[in-house]
Each structure stands twice: as structure tokens, then as C-alpha cells.
């Protein structure tokens, strides 16, 4: 459980990035974080992995004080949790095997790490965590062969690798064509539900957020204007979300 109590982020230039957060996010909930630009999305997904730091109030993932956190006890901390960025963070040049094992570097022995030998079951969990997201096919293939959408999987199974209780996705499909980014959510998809990962994102496509996501927070200059189910996602809701007059429209 993610559980935010008068959460205030205020960044050392005075900017209020957060606002009084007030939220719960419970283990297996699929969460969109949908607003304007700079309004607050990415401050809050980096919040939970101790990513930002945050200046007041309190914040708790699976009863741990996240704040309380110093030193190797934040990395061990971030293990649980996956992240996904937009620019995938991928070493081009390497397999896409290489890529996703690197998530079982921290947990190798200092030998292991110099010559870079992984175990016999680190393969074997890679090689199942690209089976999950459909290119185990792709294992042998050189990262900066494929295509964007098959480069966010990768990192997907990566992430995977690591048996995480959450997934914070920053953007994820930003960068794709429209098709893509379908199938890229509906990955997301699937692993929420099959796996029971809570995954939290923030995305600036309302359609695909209304689309797949149980659960739509909005978010407007740092303060939580919206919190509730997909479906009771109204035309004047994304207005109030998004429109700082009022006037028109936001598609959904």
C-alpha cells in the first residue's frame, strides 16, 4: 500500500511542486496520473521511490516511513519497486538478454560483477520476463535493433526480473506511435492483473489513461483535483483537470 498523508513537496527555488497530498493506493490498483505539464505528475510518482525527497508530511509504501530512509536501506527499499522511464535507459549496444539481466547486478558477488557471470537462474528469469512482455524471441538481438515499443518492453522485463510489489511508469508511451502505445498498455495491462503489481503511471494521453486505468488521479499546479474511478471520468472533470479558464474542451 502507497499511503500519502499531507504530503508537501517544495523544491530550494520556492517552487510548491506538491501540494497537501492526501491518498491511498492499494496493492493490485492500476492508477493513471493525468494533468497539465509541470502541474505535478512526475513529483509524485518520484516521491514513492524516494526518487524526491519530500518536505512535509508523511509517506508510507507497505508500512515503511520512506522519508526515515538513508544510504543502502533506500536501495534495498527501490528493490521492490520497478521504474520506468519514457527514455527507456537501455544500453544499446548490448543484447536484450545483457539489458534485462542487468537488473540482477546488485545481487551478484564482487567477482561475479567483474566478469560480468550471471547465474544459471538470473538467465532463466530474464529469459521468463521477456516471455511475459512477448519478445523472447528478441533475447539474442541487439537492443538498438528494434523498435521503440519493443525497446519499452525490455525495460518492462527488467523490471520484472525483480518481482516488484509496484511499477512507477513515468511517461512510458510518450515516445511511441499510437499502435504501439497500445500494445505497450496493454502489456501494463496484463501484468497488473496476471501478477498483481500495482501500477502507477503518469501519462499525458487521456484516452489510453481512461482506457486502461481502474483509477484516474488529476492533478493541477501540485494539488489533487480528482481521485476516483475510470469511469466516472466526466467531460467537465478533465475541463476542471486541465483548462486553467475554463473555456473549451479537453478531448478525451
Known amino acids: 500500500m502507497i499511503k500519502f498523508e499531507n504530503v508537501q513537496k517544495i523544491y530550494p527555488n520556492g517552487h510548491v511542486g506538491l501540494k497537501d497530498i492526501n491518498v491511498e493506493i492499494q496493492q493490485g490498483e492500476f492508477v493513471a496520473i493525468i494533468g497539465l505539464s509541470g502541474a505535478g505528475k512526475s513529483t509524485l510518482l518520484r516521491c514513492v521511490n524516494k526518487m524526491h525527497d519530500i518536505t512535509g508530511g508523511s509517506l508510507t509504501v507497505n508500512d515503511t516511513d520512506v522519508a526515515s530512509l538513508k544510504g543502502k536501506e533506500v536501495r534495498k527499499f527501490r528493490r521492490k519497486i520497478g521504474m520506468i522511464f519514457q ?25 561475479r560483477r567483474l566478469l560480468a557471470i550471471f547465474p544459471e537462474e538470473a538467465k532463466i528469469a530474464s529469459l521468463q520476463a521477456l516471455d511475459n512482455v512477448g519478445i523472447l524471441d528478441k533475447a539474442y538481438i541487439r537492443v538498438d535493433q528494434l523498435s521503440g515499443g519493443q525497446q519499452q518492453r525490455v525495460a518492462l522485463a527488467r523490471t520484472l526480473v525483480g518481482n516488484p510489489d509496484i511499477i512507477l511508469a513515468d511517461e512510458p508511451v510518450a515516445a511511441l506511435d499510437p499502435v504501439t502505445a497500445k500494445l505497450v ?49 466526466s467531460q467537465d ?16
Not at 193 to 205: A, R, T, V, W, Y
Open 87 to 111: 527514455s527507456f535507459n537501455l544500453i544499446t549496444r548490448g543484447t536484450v538478454l545483457k539489458n534485462v539481466l542487468v537488473s540482477a547486478v546488485p545481487e551478484l558477488s564482487w567477482w
Open 185 to 233: 498498455m496493454e502489456d501494463f495491462k496484463r501484468i497488473n492483473q496476471e501478477l498483481d503489481i500495482s501500477i502507477l503511471l503518469n501519462i499525458h494521453h487521456v484516452d489510453l489513461a481512461l482506457e486502461y486505468a481502474d483509477r484516474i488521479i488529476g492533478i493541477r499546479k501540485g494539488e489533487i483535483v480528482y481521485d476516483g474511478s475510470t469511469e466516472n471520468v
Open 237 to 252: 472533470i478533465l475541463d476542471h483537470i486541465y483548462l486553467e479558464e475554463g473555456n473549451g474542451h479537453v478531448k478525451k
